[in-house]
């Protein structure tokens, strides 16, 4: 008897609310960075890695993961989820040891990414591109597998999954960058110091008696 189903599972992954989740998800990416300036994006500490390089390595990620869920092409597993969304976003968001980008990360960047415009453009259309092959079923929910550098083997379901938590974690890793670098915008932290002082004045007024 065959343990493993090479069909479509629709019932373990509902598709429209993926990609309701996969554009939430592109979207708090480009929040967080649509003020950012060229020269911020490239600021870094020694031995650390730049908000460019972290948004670049997002996309050779999201880039990787479509190519090969697109090919349908990996070893079958006997089951449809190798590590499921729990185990990935502790394992990947949660788990703080190692740097940011590893040094074979390091090696693939090209500094493709310079400026919000031009990451927004390589991000949404590969972002896009995943959601039509979802749509259009170039992408089916089976149990192929392929090899992560670090996790292993992790079937269709477990790119997916893994492709927003992914994210996530680097976007962790952008806030870090901008709270540590040093030579981060004089002119920006100016702006966040006013805004913290207006938020204290603000809470305090508030909780003065008669509001006095």
Known sequence: MTLFNSNPILFLM????YVADL????????????HYTPAQLAAKN???????ELLEHICISD???????TSQSGSVA????LHGDEKLRRVVVEYKGGPKI????LQELTGAVTDVPGFRELFLRQRLQLQQALEGGHIALTNHTYPHLYLGAMTVTDWL?????????????IRDVVLTVKTWDP??????????????????NSTAPNGQ
Not at 102 to 105: F, G, K, M
């Open 63 to 69: 880039r990787r993961t479509l190519d090969f869920l």
């Open 14 to 17: 509902n598709i429209p609310q």
């Open 102 to 105: 590893t040094a074979i990360e």
């Open 78 to 81: 006997e089951v449809s989820e």
């Open 23 to 34: 554009h939430a998800n592109s979207q708090a990416a480009l929040e967080l960075i649509r």
């Open 46 to 52: 020694a031995g650390e890695c730049s908000v460019a």
């Open 161 to 173: 999954r893994y492709l927003l938590h992914h994210t996530n974690r680097h976007l962790g890793d």
């Open 187 to 204: 002119a920006r932290e100016a702006e966040l110091t006013a805004a913290r002082q207006q938020a204290e004045k603000n809470r305090d």
